[in-house]
Antibody, heavy 122, light 107 residues
C-alpha cells in the first residue's frame, strides 16, 4: 500500500524558514517523480514543485522560485521541501504527492499524503 | 501559464442525479488532464487521468471525456459519498495548474 506521511509543518514568523519532509513507503520511491501541492485555508489546490526520480530536474511555481527548494533522498525514501523567506501568503496545508510517471516526463499525481499545515504569522 | 476554468463553482444535487462538471483550458492540452476528488479535511484523491481513464478502484459511475480545451467529469448516479469538491488539473506544461474547484452539495 502506498503511504506518504508529511511532517515538519508549524508556525513560523514572516521571513523565517521551515523544512518539510515526506516519508514514502509501499512503492519503489526512486522510480517515480514526486511533487508538492499546497492549499491555503478555504482555497483551492496550487501546485508548488516537482522533482525527477534522480533529482536532476526540479520545477517550481513562479511564486516560490528562489525561496523554496525541492529535494529527495532515495536511500531514505524521503522527499523534502526547504522553504525560506516565508510570507503570510505561503500559509497552507502542504501535500506530498506521488507522480504516476516512472518515465523521463512527469504526469499527474496518483497518491497524496494527508498534508502538513504551515502557518506564517507574527 | 495555462489557465483552467471550472464550472459551475458549486452545485446542489440529489442522490441518484446525473452530475456533469466542466473544465476548460486556456490552450490546447491534448488529453493531459486529471480529475481529483477532495472531501473536507482530507487529501485529494485521483479519479481520472488522461482525460478519460479511470484510476484503479474508482467506481464506474465516474467518467471523464474531452480533449483539447474542453473536458467534462460526469457522475452517472450521485451517491452520498460523492458529495465533495472536484478539481481538474492540466499536466501538459509547467507550471501545473488546477481549476478552481466545483463543490457538489446535497440538495
Amino acid at each position: 500500500e502506498v503511504q506518504l506521511v508529511e511532517s515538519g509543518g508549524g508556525l513560523v514568523q514572516p521571513g523565517g524558514s521551515l523544512r518539510l519532509s515526506c516519508a514514502a513507503s509501499g512503492f519503489i520511491f526512486s522510480s517515480n517523480w514526486m511533487g508538492w501541492v499546497r492549499q491555503a485555508p478555504g482555497k483551492g489546490l496550487e501546485w508548488v514543485a516537482n522533482i525527477k526520480q534522480d533529482g536532476s530536474e526540479q520545477y517550481y511555481v513562479d511564486s516560490v522560485k528562489g525561496r523554496f527548494t525541492i529535494s529527495r533522498d532515495n536511500a531514505k525514501n524521503s522527499l523534502y521541501l526547504q522553504m525560506n523567506s516565508l510570507r503570510a501568503e505561503d500559509t497552507a496545508v502542504y501535500y506530498c504527492a506521488r507522480d504516476s510517471s516512472t518515465n523521463n516526463w512527469s504526469n499527474y499525481f496518483d497518491f497524496w499524503g494527508q498534508g502538513t499545515l504551515v502557518t506564517v504569522s507574527s | 501559464d495555462i489557465q483552467m476554468t471550472q464550472s459551475p463553482s458549486s452545485l446542489s444535487a440529489s442522490v441518484g442525479d446525473r452530475v456533469t462538471i466542466t473544465c476548460r483550458a486556456s490552450q490546447d492540452i491534448s488529453s493531459w488532464l486529471a480529475w481529483y476528488q477532495q472531501k473536507p479535511g482530507k487529501a485529494p484523491k485521483s479519479l481520472i487521468y488522461v482525460a478519460s481513464s479511470l484510476q484503479s478502484g474508482v467506481p464506474s459511475r465516474f467518467s471523464g471525456s474531452g480533449s483539447g480545451t474542453h473536458f467534462t467529469l460526469t457522475i452517472s448516479s450521485l451517491q452520498p459519498e460523492d458529495f465533495a469538491t472536484y478539481y481538474c488539473q492540466q499536466y501538459k506544461n509547467y507550471p501545473r495548474t488546477f481549476g478552481g474547484g466545483t463543490k457538489v452539495e446535497i440538495k
